[in-house]
């Protein structure tokens, strides 16, 4: 049996040695940052601008690729700039993070 990390719905993620607070969503495909607090812990290069569809419609994106622990797990993941200044959360980890560590959600966590 495979042993797997548990998380929950929300998580401290470390980024650039900062710790954040982020959003944990299965039903997201990518990973996602604040654009001011990108700006704030010098992430880049921009490697990418992808179309991104959210609740607002389609956006262009600037992509950048960073390393991020979560539970004492490195991921190396892209993470697309946008403004989530009106978000509880500044980040969000979609699925295609997700799926490069062995994690399980539990949303009582």
């Given at each position: 049996m ?26 997201a ?42 539970n004492?797990?490195t ?6 700039l ?11 980890i ?13 949303p009582?966590?």
């Open positions: 495979v042993k797997r990390d548990i998380i929950g719905l929300t998580e401290e993620v470390e980024i650039k040695g900062k710790k954040v607070i982020a959003r944990i969503d299965s039903g495909r990518r990973c996602s940052i604040d654009k001011k607090l990108a700006k704030k812990l010098k992430l880049g290069p921009i490697i990418a601008e992808g179309s991104f569809r959210s609740a607002a419609g389609r956006t262009k994106r600037p992509v950048v690729e960073e390393e991020i622990r979560i004492n797990v991921l190396k993941v892209l993470i697309n946008s403004d989530r200044s009106k978000m509880k959360y500044k980040m969000l979609g699925r295609e993070g997700l799926r490069k560590g062995n994690f399980l959600i539990d009582l966590r």
